[in-house]
Antibody, heavy 119, light 108 residues
């Protein structure tokens, strides 16, 4: 059974860098694409970007200048860094497995981690 | 940027009812790139339908998806108590994934 678990600080100061990690179990990072998605009451679900284990990445243009997603195959985990955060980055952050061959979907998702940006 | 519009915003139904949820895209979407998710309070979204009409693993056959181009539909033939929650559609166009705002299915 594939499971993903997000971890990281629940509180980040404004203008600093948000860093999260997603640990994968029950599957190998060397297949599929691995995404970060966030959810807020105001904007709903927003795809942040993905990483493929080769290092190939793609980001949402709205966040591209501030986002880095990377994969660590040896630890079977991938990470998100979002720089210069503001209150607008306060959200529930999910990691998810996806595919870029044929159909496009996200399954499964992690349970999510709430990150609050403090001013 | 492509926009997904879901309707209705809220659907108040009873167990056993049929639910029909709509997802309209602002421009044509490949059916392969259209998916539906269900989210219960306090939980992550769960994949229901991908490729517009294919049920994900473990999803009961009371869930069905249809549509093409800009208009897609999720149908729940007979609502079970565990089906209440929010349903989202998702598409992939121009190298970006976007989600609709959701339809809330609640108990009448």
């Amino acid at each position: 059974q594939v499971q993903l678990q997000e971890s990281g600080p629940g509180l980040v100061n404004s203008s600093e860098t948000l860093s999260l990690t997603c640990k994968l179990s029950g599957d190998s990072l060397i297949t599929y694409y691995w995404s970060w998605i966030r959810q807020t009451p105001g904007k709903g679900l927003e795809w942040i970007g993905y990483v493929y284990p080769t290092g190939h990445t793609a980001y949402n243009p709205s966040l591209k200048s501030r986002v880095t997603i990377s994969a660590d195959k040896s630890k079977n985990q991938f990470s998100l860094k979002l720089t210069s955060v503001t209150a607008a980055d306060t959200a529930l952050y999910y990691c998810a497995r996806g595919t870029m061959v044929g159909d496009r979907w996200f399954d499964p998702w992690g349970q999510g981690i709430l990150v609050t940006v403090s001013s | 940027e492509i926009v997904l519009t879901q309707s209705p915003g809220i659907l108040s139904l009873s167990p056993g009812d049929r639910a029909t949820l709509s997802c309209v895209a602002s421009q044509s979407v490949s059916s392969s790139y259209l998916a539906w998710y269900h989210q219960k309070p306090g939980q992550a979204p769960r994949l229901l339908i991908y490729g517009a009409s294919k049920r994900a693993t473990g999803i009961p056959d009371r869930f069905s998806g249809s549509g093409s181009g800009t208009d897609f539909t999720l149908t729940i033939s007979r609502l079970e108590p565990e089906d209440f929650g929010i349903y989202y559609c998702q598409q992939y166009v121009n190298s970006v994934f976007t989600f609709g705002p959701g339809t809330k299915v609640d108990l009448k």
